[in-house]
Structures are given as structure tokens and as C-alpha cells.
């Protein structure tokens, strides 16, 4: 019974999740089809989506919403159904104001954003009562906005809310912070960043929890002794890239006993004028206008641990300038004009493990003296000489860098029981023998590159660096003698394992002329290995035999690709060929088509020609004699071509329609002759027609029609027996000129007349 119970109970329990889960599924399903959403729900990011208004969806299971990018200029009021957001990003938007009840309901709301809007005054926040909803609320991001002051709001609250512990006000064109304090509503304040604001002066900042203050890249002067009276939680303070800013150097210091951390970098400050900050524990103070240090200057900074005074103008130090600083481990004076160390300064800090001295003019390495210092950078500090005993006074050093100096010479018996890495880079140096590392027994490492070593070194130079494993010996002028013991000695101790100390690539030969720039094993394999240099006679033969194999089945291969292309080249003409003659074909066979086409659908010439109209008729010419006549007129070569002519003149049409009964008999038909001008154009058109065609015309079915009908229009019973006729033929000029014989008699009728 109980196994039953327990069995239903678990299936209710899991059929109330599935209901739960489908419900929760079913609620941001809208939200989830425009924006991206997480596996579990928790994220969804809707940046950049364009989005004016929020979609449908909620759901208690939403953590981080982003909505940021879109095109919002109200705020979205569906949000209070996000119960348990923690972070909303609604920046890059075009909100000019929030409402009062803007974060109902968001309790476990942790992070706003709402940078990058167009809020341009604290008013349009509702300062005093939009973020008391959110009771969680611990970042607010309002930068890149438009405030422009930091001043009181009459009998209002600048930003009222007891959760808020980061407020973000970069980028809002600050000038001022003036009338009552803008921090009271905050009652949990604990980090202000008003970076990038045009702001002139910090005047009435009062916060009990205020921790850290960031102003850097604002337009900062002078900053009272007494601002940070008020502050008394401040421990960081950021003030860098104020260009014009200086502290005060008068008996009024700028004071705060609870300051650790202060970055007032890239400013002008003259003086360091740390007095006023007994628990300082990091001070950078780099790219300021420092050019010197006076006695006990950091006497009163006994906490400080930290100090970087780099990229200044300090040109020289005092053996007391240190004093008090017995906490200090990491001093940084690279970049100024040091020319000189006194050996008691470092005395004064008994904590100092790391010094930094680069870029400075050490001309020599005195006899410094720290029990602590572990690190020492000398490099570029045009440093000639080394004191036989100037590493004797550090007695913990471990990391020493002579790099990038003037050295040409290491004294013998430098000696350090601490030292284990000694850089000695680009130098000037060409010698070395058994007795320059002989004082160094806890050597690890040695770097040597880019100096003038020659001769190859020995492997006794080491034998007191019993812990050394690095040796860089790169970009030296070696001199290569293979036939040197010593040389392979060497670069077996070097380069062999187990105890390998350099890459052997590392080693290049600078002489003799004819083993420049290759490496020391290239140079001297075979003379190191001379039973690898004799030919084998077996060998010789096999590689030779192997060789002829190799390049004759080459020249086969060759010769088979060869001919393959050819064919294939020959294929491919022959198609080209055969596609080109099938072209060929093809056209002719059109031609000849679009000919027999044309032909069958060209009209007959003779039906374009339209009959004489009856004025065109009576305007012919009339005949002076018969037709028969007419014939028989001209020279009898004349005659007798007429006379093979199969054509019949007008005058033999008509005689023959008399002869068939169709008109009655005319006695006489005469040709009526027409002026000179007529006649001119009557020759000009007879040319366009031959003679045979002018026959032809006149025996077509509209001729005679046109001449019958003519004919009957002008007979009548009156006349006397006598016709006059008038035609006027259109000829066509003949396609070759041939030459005629003309009569004298301009009035005789000529050939080409008719």
C-alpha cells in the first residue's frame, strides 16, 4: 500500500513538472522565436534585433536579459514579469526617461545598464523613487548620457537607493560636482567612476562607504588638501591622464589616512607630495615632470610596498631619499637620468626585492648594497665596466641584466653565491676563460647573444657551474676549425643530451670564408664522422642503377603523355572539322530554301504595273503609219532581227483583234507624234524596258482590256475610217548598255524608242 501511495505521489510530482515546463515553454515562445534564448531558458540576448517594443513571453526562469541595441524610447513595461532577473542591458537605446514603477516587481534585479541612451537630465530618472523597487540592485550603468552636473536637486536626492554599491557615470559630460553632496541618497555606495568627463574640480563628495574614486582622463588642476576629509572608507584613488593636474606642495597636503592605492600617472606633477597618505600601499606615479628626490621624501609612507616613479626627469638620488620605506619591495626608477647610485640607498629599504634601473646613464656598476634585492634590471644603461666586486654587496641576488650595454671585458671572479641568471646580450664582448664564471657556482642560466666571440670555448670554463642549464650562444662571429678537439668537444657538452644547454642551429661558423653561415654539424659532419664520408663502392652502383631506372621509366612516362595528347588533339581537330562541314551543310541547305522561297512568293512583274489611266491613254503617241510598216521600217539587219523577234507591236495587236471580229475594221491608225520635250521623256522611260518586255507587256489581259476599252471610248460612226491612236509605254532600261546605230534623221523613229 505504501509502494502505491509512494508510486502515485510520483507521478503527480512529474505530471505537475511536465505541466509546469510546457507552460513555461508555451510563455516565451514568441520571445524566443525573435530573440536567441539558452538550452534552459535562463539567457536570452534580443541585441541588435531592431525591436521597438518587448515580445510576448515571461517566464520566473529568466536570469540575464539583453535588449540592448534595439530602438526603444519607452521603457518596456512587460518587464516586471521577469520576477527573478538578475541583470538587464537595455544601453544603446533611445530612452529619455524612466518611470517610477519602471522596476516593479525586479527584487532580484543585480546589474542595470542603461549607458548609451538619451537621458540628459537626473529628473527623467526618477531619482528618488524608479530604483528603491529594485532592493537588490548593486551596478548602475548610466554613462554615455548627457547629465552634464553633478549638482543637487533642490529638496531631491541626486540617486536615492540603499542597494546600489558601483555607479558608472563615464562619458556624461560632467563639468562640476557643486551644492550638496550627490552621494547621500547612496547609502551603500562603494565605487564612483566618472572617467572621460570634462570635470574641473571633486568638491563636495561625502560618502561613509565610498571605497574607490576613478577621475582619470577629466580636466583636473588642483585638488583641495581637504576633499577627501569626507571619504573616510576611500582606499582607491585613480586620477591618471589629468594633464594639468599638480599636487600641492605647500604644508597643506592633499591627506587621506585611509587611501592604499593612488594612480595619479601621465599628470604634471613636479613633486611625489605623498605625506598626507600614511597607508599608501601602491603608488604609480610614471609620465609626471619629477626631476629630483629630496631627503626622507617617503618618510612618511612606511606601508608603501609598491613604487614606480618611471619616465620622469630624475637626474640624480640621495643615500637618504628612501628612508622609511621599509616595507617597499618593488621599486621601479627606469627612464629618467640617473647617472649615479650611491651604494647606501638601497640600505634604506630592508624589504626591496625587485629594483628597476633600465634606460638610465650608469656608466659603471658600483658597489651597490641590499640584503633583500633579488632582481636587478641594468640594461641600456650604457654601462662599460664592471667593478671586480660589485655584486659582492648583494648578497640574495638571483636575476641580473647587463643587457644591451657597452661591456667588453668580465672580470675574473665575479663573484655572487646567490646569482643564477646572468643576461649579458649585445654587448661588446670577446673573451672569456676559466675563471670569469668560476665565483658563480648557483649559475642556471647564461645568455651571451649578439656579442664578438671567436675562438670556441672550452668545456672547463663550466666546471665550477654545476647547476648550469642554459648556455645562449646565438649570433656570435664563431671561427670553425673542424679539425679542432675542442670544437666538437664543445658542442657535444652544448648541444647533447641529457644535459643539453643550446640548439645546435643556434651555432653558426662566421669564418673561414668558405663556411660562413653554416651551422657548426653542417660545417664539420664529416670530419667529425670520417667513416661516413667514404663511398660505399656497392652503394654507388645501387644508386646509380636505380637512378637510370628512375629516369627511364620517367622519359617513358613522358613519351606515353606525349602521345595520348597528340591523339587526343587529332580527335578533337577531326570533330572540330566534321561540327565546321555539318555548319557548312546546313547554311547551303537554308540558302537554297530562303531562294526557292523567294521565288515562289515573288510577284509578277507585270502585275505591279498599273493600266494606263484614259488621260495617260490620249497622251501616248500616235502612229504615222501602219503597224506592218512600222516593222518594216530601219536597215534590213534591223529587219531582220525585228524580224526574229516573237514580240508584237501595238499596231500587230490590233490588226489581229480585227482579223478575230472582236473591232471593226479600221482603214488607217496613225502614231501622234508629241513635242520635242515629250519626246526627250518618252526616251528616258522607253529606256527602263526592253523591247521584248514591252511586247509582253502589251500582250497581257490588262493591256487589252485597256486598249479595247480605249479603242471603243473614241469610236464612233462619224469618223471617217481613220483612228488616231496615242500610247505611251513605260519601258525599263536595259541591263546592258548596247551600243545602237542612230539615224541622221533626228525624226526617224530609232530602235531604242520603242
Not at 536567441?36 to 525591436?51: A, H, V
Not at 555606495?189 to 577621475?215: Q, Y
Not at 629630483?292 to 612618511?300: D, K, Q, Y
Not at 656579442?451 to 648550469?468: A, C, H, M, V
Request: hydrophobic content about 35%; aromatic content about 8%.
Amino acid at each position: 500500500m505504501v509502494r502505491l501511495l509512494t508510486a502515485i505521489c510520483f507521478l503527480f510530482a512529474t505530471k505537475v513538472a511536465i505541466g509546469e515546463i510546457a507552460d513555461f515553454e508555451q510563455d516565451l515562445n514568441d520571445l524566443c522565436y525573435v530573440c536567441t534564448c539558452s538550452i534552459d531558458k535562463t539567457n536570452i540576448n534580443c541585441s541588435g534585433r531592431g525591436l521597438s517594443e518587448l515580445p510576448n513571453g515571461s517566464s520566473s526562469q529568466v536570469r540575464n536579459l539583453n535588449i540592448s541595441n534595439n530602438d526603444f524610447s519607452v521603457f518596456p513595461e512587460k518587464l516586471y514579469t521577469f520576477a527573478n532577473l538578475v541583470t538587464l542591458d537595455i544601453s544603446a537605446n533611445r530612452l529619455s526617461e524612466l518611470p517610477g514603477n519602471a522596476l516593479q516587481n525586479l527584487t532580484a534585479l543585480e546589474l542595470l545598464n542603461l549607458s548609451k541612451n538619451n537621458f540628459e537630465s537626473w529628473l527623467s530618472l526618477n531619482p528618488n523613487n524608479a530604483f528603491k523597487l529594485a532592493t537588490n540592485l548593486k551596478i548602475l550603468d548610466l554613462s554615455h548620457n548627457r547629465f552634464r552636473t553633478m549638482g543637487n536637486l533642490a529638496n531631491q536626492e541626486l540617486l536615492t537607493s540603499g542597494s546600489i554599491e558601483t555607479l558608472i557615470l563615464e562619458h556624461c559630460e560632467i563639468i562640476s560636482i557643486h551644492g550638496r553632496s550627490p552621494l547621500a541618497g547612496l547609502t551603500n555606495i562603494k565605487e564612483l567612476k566618472l572617467n572621460f568627463n570634462p570635470l574641473l574640480r571633486i568638491k563636495s563628495l561625502m560618502s561613509a562607504t565610498l571605497r574607490s574614486l576613478e577621475v582619470s582622463n577629466c580636466a583636473l588642476s588642483t585638488i583641495n588638501h581637504n576633499e577627501f576629509m569626507f571619504l573616510p572608507s576611500l582606499i582607491r584613488l585613480i586620477m591618471s591622464h589629468n594633464y594639468r593636474l599638480e599636487l600641492s606642495s605647500s604644508a597643506y597636503h592633499l591627506f587621506s589616512d585611509s587611501l592604499k592605492y593612488l594612480d595619479i600617472s601621465f599628470c604634471n606633477i613636479m613633486q611625489p607630495n605623498l605625506q598626507g597618505f600614511p597607508n599608501l600601499r601602491k603608488a604609480i606615479l610614471n609620465h609626471n615632470m619629477i626631476r629630483f628626490l629630496r631627503s626622507n621624501e617617503f618618510l612618511n609612507n612606511t606601508r608603501l610596498e609598491y613604487l614606480d616613479i618611471s619616465y620622469n626627469n630624475i637626474g640624480s638620488l640621495r643615500s637618504d631619499t628612501f628612508r622609511g620605506l621599509s616595507l617597499i619591495k618593488h621599486l621601479d626608477l627606469s627612464w629618467n637620468e640617473l647617472a649615479n647610485i650611491p651604494e647606501d640607498t638601497l640600505l634604506e629599504m630592508p624589504s626591496l626585492t625587485q629594483l628597476k634601473l633600465a634606460r638610465n646613464f650608469l656608466t659603471s656598476v658600483g658597489h651597490l648594497r641590499s640584503l633583500s634585492l633579488t632582481v636587478l634590471d641594468l640594461s641600456f644603461c650604457e654601462i662599460s665596466n664592471i667593478g671586480k666586486g660589485s655584486l659582492e654587496g648583494l648578497q640574495s641576488l638571483i636575476d641580473l641584466d647587463l643587457s644591451r650595454n657597452l661591456l667588453s671585458h668580465i672580470p675574473d671572479s665575479l663573484s655572487s653565491n646567490t646569482l643564477k641568471y646572468l643576461n649579458l646580450n649585445y654587448n661588446r664582448i670577446s673573451f672569456i676563460n676559466n675563471y670569469t664564471f668560476f665565483m658563480l657556482p648557483r649559475l642556471v642560466g647564461l645568455s651571451v647573444i649578439g656579442n664578438r666571440f671567436t675562438t670556441i670555448w672550452k668545456r672547463s670554463f663550466f666546471e665550477s657551474n654545476r647547476y648550469l642549464e642554459r648556455l645562449d650562444l646565438a649570433d656570435n662571429m664563431w671561427r670553425c676549425d673542424c679539425a679542432d678537439p675542442n670544437m666538437v668537444d664543445f658542442f657535444e657538452f652544448v648541444t647533447l643530451e641529457p644535459n643539453k644547454k643550446e640548439e645546435s642551429y643556434n651555432l653558426v661558423c662566421n669564418s673561414p670564408m668558405n663556411l660562413f653561415g653554416q651551422s657548426w654539424l653542417q660545417a664539420c659532419y664529416f670530419v667529425w664522422n670520417p667513416t661516413e664520408k667514404a663511398a660505399n663502392p656497392d652503394g654507388l652502383i645501387l644508386f646509380i642503377i636505380i637512378m637510370i631506372a628512375g629516369l627511364a621509366i620517367c622519359l617513358l612516362l613522358v613519351s606515353c603523355v606525349k602521345r595520348s595528347m597528340k591523339r587526343r588533339l587529332l580527335a578533337i581537330q577531326a570533330e572540330r572539322e566534321r561540327q565546321v562541314e555539318e555548319a557548312r551543310d546546313r547554311l547551303r541547305q537554308l540558302r537554297i530554301q530562303a531562294e526557292q522561297e523567294a521565288l515562289i512568293s515573288t510577284p509578277d512583274p507585270r502585275d505591279l504595273i498599273p493600266p494606263p489611266s484614259y488621260d495617260d491613254a490620249l497622251s501616248m503617241p500616235k502612229l504615222s503609219s501602219s503597224s506592218r510598216s512600222l516593222n518594216e521600217s530601219g536597215t534590213g539587219k534591223t529587219k531582220r532581227r525585228r524580224g526574229r523577234r516573237k514580240t508584237k507591236s501595238s499596231g500587230d495587236l490590233l490588226e489581229e483583234t480585227e482579223r478575230n471580229g472582236d473591232l471593226p475594221v479600221l482603214d488607217d491608225v496613225e502614231l501622234a507624234e508629241t513635242s520635242d520635250g515629250n519626246r526627250q521623256r518618252r526616251r528616258r522611260e522607253l529606256n527602263r524596258y526592253g523591247s521584248h518586255e514591252v511586247a509582253e507587256l502589251e500582250q497581257s489581259p490588262g493591256a487589252r482590256r485597256r486598249q479595247l476599252s480605249g479603242y471603243n471610248a473614241n469610236y464612233s460612226p462619224q469618223m471617217n475610217g481613220s483612228v488616231t491612236v496615242q500610247v505611251e509605254a513605260q519601258l525599263e532600261r536595259p541591263v546592258h548598255n548596247n551600243t545602237r546605230r542612230h539615224s541622221i534623221d533626228d525624226n526617224e523613229l530609232r530602235e531604242s524608242d520603242l
